[in-house]
C-alpha cells in the first residue's frame, strides 16, 4: 500500500492564482481531511469528508473548496490564493469503524503564496 | 473536545525513558486521550490512544490517572529518531475523526 499521497510536494503561487492540492488513498478509508499548518502551530481542520459524495467544514474553511467523488480522491481547491494561505498542508484519512480511528497523514505540500 | 496542555519542550537523554505529560482537566466521559508525533516536517504519525486502562503497544506505553485528568506517555528507550513534537489530543472516540492539535511538545533526544 502506497498509504496517503499528495502531490505537488511543493508549490509557489502568485495572489489571485488557482490551483488543487491532490490526495489520494488507496486503504478504502471512508474519512479523509484536510489540514494546514502554519509555522510553530499545530494543525488545523479545514475540511472533512466522511464518505463519498460527502462533505463539510473544519476549523478554517475559507478560500478553499473540497469534493469527494471517488473513495479514494480528496482534491483540495485554492479559488484565488492569497499570501495568507502559505502554510503547509496535510491530508489525511481513516477508516470509520469501531477500531482506534487511527488517522494516516500524508507527507505534505508545501505551499507559498506570493 | 476538552482542552489539553503539554510542557512546550523537553529533553532526554539517549537510552533513558522519556515521559510525556499531559493535563486534560476537563476531560468527559465519552472522551479517549490520543498521542500523535510529528518528526520534522513529516505528517503526523499515531502514537497510541486510550479511555482509562493504561496502554501499551510497540512504540510507547499510556499511563492515564484514575480521575482521567492527566495522562503520561512514556518511550521506554528513547533514540535520536523519537525527537519529534508530541501532541496530547482528546476526543470522543468511534464516530468523531477530528482531531484538534495544540502546539504540543517537542522532545530532544540527546546523544
Known amino acids: 500500500n502506497a498509504g496517503v499521497t499528495q502531490t505537488p510536494k511543493f508549490q509557489v503561487l502568485k495572489t489571485g492564482q488557482s490551483m488543487t492540492l491532490q490526495c489520494a488513498q488507496d486503504?478504502?478509508?471512508?474519512?479523509m481531511s484536510w489540514y494546514r499548518q502554519d509555522p510553530g502551530m499545530g494543525l488545523r481542520l479545514i475540511h472533512y469528508s466522511v464518505g463519498a459524495g460527502i462533505t463539510d467544514q473544519g476549523e478554517v474553511p475559507n478560500g478553499y473548496n473540497v469534493s469527494r467523488s471517488t473513495t479514494e480522491d480528496f482534491p483540495l481547491r485554492l479559488l484565488s490564493a492569497a499570501p495568507s494561505q502559505t502554510s503547509v498542508y496535510f491530508c489525511?484519512?481513516?477508516?470509520?469503524?469501531?477500531?482506534?480511528?487511527?488517522?494516516?497523514f500524508g507527507p505534505g505540500t508545501r505551499l507559498t503564496v506570493l | 473536545d476538552a482542552k489539553t496542555t503539554q510542557p512546550t519542550s523537553m529533553d532526554c537523554a539517549e537510552g533513558r525513558a522519556a515521559n510525556l505529560p499531559c493535563n486534560h482537566s476537563t476531560i468527559s466521559g465519552n472522551e479517549y486521550v490520543y498521542w500523535y508525533r510529528q518528526i520534522h516536517s513529516q505528517g503526523p504519525q499515531y502514537i497510541i490512544h486510550g479511555l482509562k486502562n493504561n496502554e501499551t503497544n510497540e512504540m510507547a506505553s499510556l499511563i492515564i490517572t484514575e480521575d482521567r485528568k492527566s495522562s503520561t506517555l512514556i518511550l521506554p528507550h528513547a533514540t535520536l529518531r523519537d525527537t519529534a513534537v508530541y501532541y496530547c489530543?482528546?476526543?470522543?472516540?468511534?464516530?468523531?475523526?477530528?482531531?484538534?492539535f495544540g502546539k504540543g511538545t517537542k522532545l530532544s533526544v540527546i546523544p
Open positions: 489530543i482528546v476526543k470522543p472516540g468511534a464516530g468523531s475523526y477530528q482531531l484538534t
Open positions: 489525511a484519512s481513516s477508516t470509520q469503524g469501531l477500531s482506534k480511528n487511527e488517522q494516516f
Open positions: 486503504m478504502n478509508h471512508e474519512y
